[in-house]
């Protein structure tokens, strides 16, 4: 089992940036992918960032390339969402997920394997 808690989230003007934080206890995950997904209201969840945690491969959304930056700290046992540049399109709320099954695999991710997941954390972005 893993717990995952997300924070960070908040309203921002066009442009501005916010970091996201996941973290995560319990059962061993160093050898885990997690993820960044989000879902704004009358839409489908989609994927938005990955990150294995062994080597720190990434994976992003084309939508976010360039402006969102997934990281991880081992120290603190958390998983960062970097956004910058947010556009107003980016609002919704964000969840932190984690795939447990993937091992050394899982980049580009796999959907179905995020069996853990946060219970979010709302980014809105004014124009």
């Known amino acids: 089992q893993v717990q995952l808690v997300e924070s960070g989230g908040g309203l921002v003007q066009a442009g501005g940036s916010l970091r996201l934080s996941c973290a995560a206890s319990?059962?061993?995950?160093?050898?885990?992918?997690m993820g960044w997904f989000r879902q704004a209201p009358g839409k489908e969840r989609e994927f938005v960032a990955a990150?294995?945690?062994?080597?720190?491969?990434?994976s992003y959304a084309d939508s976010v390339k360039g402006r969102f930056t997934i990281s991880r700290d081992n120290a603190k046992n958390t998983v960062y969402l970097q956004m910058n540049s947010l556009k107003p399109e980016d609002t919704a709320v964000y969840y932190c997920?984690?795939?447990?099954?993937?091992?050394?695999?899982?980049?580009?991710?796999?959907?179905?394997?995020?069996?853990?997941w946060g219970q979010g954390t709302q980014v809105t972005v004014s124009s």
């Open positions: 319990g059962r061993t995950f160093t050898t885990y992918v």
């Open positions: 997920a984690a795939d447990p099954s993937s091992m050394f695999g899982g980049i580009p991710p796999i959907p179905d394997r995020y069996v853990y």
């Open positions: 990150i294995r945690w062994s080597d720190e491969k990434t």
